[in-house]
Nanobody, 115 residues
């Protein structure tokens, strides 16, 4: 199973980025797909997640700015990030959990927001 992330990069404060993550390989019945982030010296934290049925959950610090979505047919999850702030600078990781509670992680993509 492989999760391939894309869309990270450098953006000015107030700008936007869209992260994408596609799952490939033998992955049984994906349930929850999500994004986490980890800044240097800090713990990995939840950014947003979405269930197969479309129920979403956001961290308070991104509510109103980020939107998570998914395409079940493509086994893909997306994170639209608007109004980015310097404190959003981090490595963003894609996460997938299936109905057997197997947990998969992407390699991470760097997002840097300059002030």
């Amino acid at each position: 199973v492989q999760l391939v992330e894309s869309g990270g990069g450098l953006v000015q404060a107030g700008g936007s980025l869209r992260l994408s993550c596609a799952a490939s390989g033998s992955i049984f019945s994906i349930n929850t797909m999500g994004w986490y982030r980890q800044a240097p010296g800090k713990q990995r934290e939840l950014v947003a997640r979405i269930t197969r049925g479309g129920t979403t959950n956001y961290a308070d610090f991104v509510k109103g700015r980020f939107t998570i979505s998914r395409d079940n047919a493509k086994k893909s999850v997306y994170l639209q990030m608007n109004s980015l702030k310097p404190e959003d600078t981090s490595v963003y990781y894609c996460n997938v959990v299936n109905y057997a509670y197997d947990d998969y992680w992407g390699q991470g993509t760097q997002v840097t927001v300059s002030s």
